[in-house]
């Protein structure tokens, strides 16, 4: 056994797949009685990453059987514009999921507008209440990123109770719900974060290691213990525009058991599941 044959890769295109699959039936059968599948993507900038984000969710909508519906607005809407944009499309019958991109204009904060969205076309668990649900052991949409997370994780046999999970990341987004979720799933969790002290001592007792930091590469071989899953959510662009993750793959290669790819690990799930989510909510509203 070579040294980078002893790490599995964790590929998320086979569960990706099978949830595009899964979606793509239930709307076919929502379609056959109806119900048009449909996601509103609101965005109000002219970032690139941001318009390749909504095109590649357009395109994979449109293979589910989705239609997915962009609400541009302008870069320099006022929270008032953009909260009632979003208000607007929480009372459209016809929309059962929405999504605000990111970044908004100057002096629009996210959590603001995300208050906006009802709880039962919140897809990508953007609206606190999400979270907060989540935490009381609610049903709701956990954000799409961390159901990824542990979608993989679940995908390839990786129990979770009673072993060590460390996430680094404190974000609302990822790495808050991806903490609530393991734990949860009884996991003993520690969350890290830029005033951790000694990371690497943290992060090497983790048996799962969830890098949510938005760092290229800062994870190398001293934060990975022998045999942890590693699941790298990071995606930063490189100097060349290619989006890297948090974990220095090719050093903790031969030392992790497993490692997300980036690109090709938690992307692609990802998106998926916020397809299969918007789905669901189509599922829910029409039943
Ligand atoms: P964020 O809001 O910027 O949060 C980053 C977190 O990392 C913060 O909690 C921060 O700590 C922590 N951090 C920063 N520097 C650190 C350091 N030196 N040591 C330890 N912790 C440190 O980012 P985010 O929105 O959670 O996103 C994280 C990454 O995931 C980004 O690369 C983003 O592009 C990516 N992402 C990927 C997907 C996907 O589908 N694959 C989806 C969403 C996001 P403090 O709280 O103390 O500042």
């Keep these: 056994v070579t040294q980078s044959e002893a790490t599995q890769l964790l590929e998320g295109k086979k569960s990706a797949a099978a949830i595009r699959e899964e979606a793509a039936d239930t709307a076919r059968r929502l379609r056959a009685s109806g119900t048009i599948p449909t996601l509103a993507l609101v965005l109000a900038t002219a970032d690139e990453s941001a318009a390749w984000y909504t095109r590649a969710i357009v395109r994979a909508g449109e293979k589910v059987g989705l239609d997915v519906r962009v609400e541009r607005l302008a870069d320099d809407a006022s929270p008032g514009t953009v909260r009632s944009a979003v208000a607007r499309l929480s009372a459209d019958d016809t929309v059962h999921g929405i999504i605000v991109q990111t970044p908004l204009p100057p002096g629009v904060d996210f959590v603001e507008i995300a208050q906006a969205i009802v709880p039962e076309k919140d897809v990508d668990g953007a609206n606190p209440v999400s979270l907060g649900r989540l935490t009381a052991g609610l049903p709701a949409f956990a954000p799409a990123t961390a159901a990824a997370v542990l979608r993989l994780l679940d995908d390839h046999g990786v129990e979770l109770a009673g072993r060590r999970a460390v996430v680094v990341g404190r974000s609302l987004v990822v790495g808050k719900p991806v903490a609530m979720l393991l734990l949860a799933r009884d996991a003993t969790v520690t969350i890290c974060h830029s005033r951790t002290r000694d ?18 590469r800062m994870l190398g071989a001293e934060h990975v213990g022998p045999g942890a899953v590693v699941m790298d959510v990071g995606t930063t662009p490189d100097e060349n525009g290619d989006l890297l993750g948090d974990v220095d793959a090719d050093a903790v290669m031969g030392r992790a058991g497993a490692v997300t790819p980036v690109p090709g690990g938690v992307g692609p799930v990802t998106t998926a599941l916020l397809l299969h989510n918007t789905v669901t909510a189509a599922e829910r509203a029409s039943g």
């Design 199 to 216: 990371l690497a001592a943290r992060t090497s007792e983790a048996d799962v290691l969830v890098a949510a930091i938005g760092r290229l």
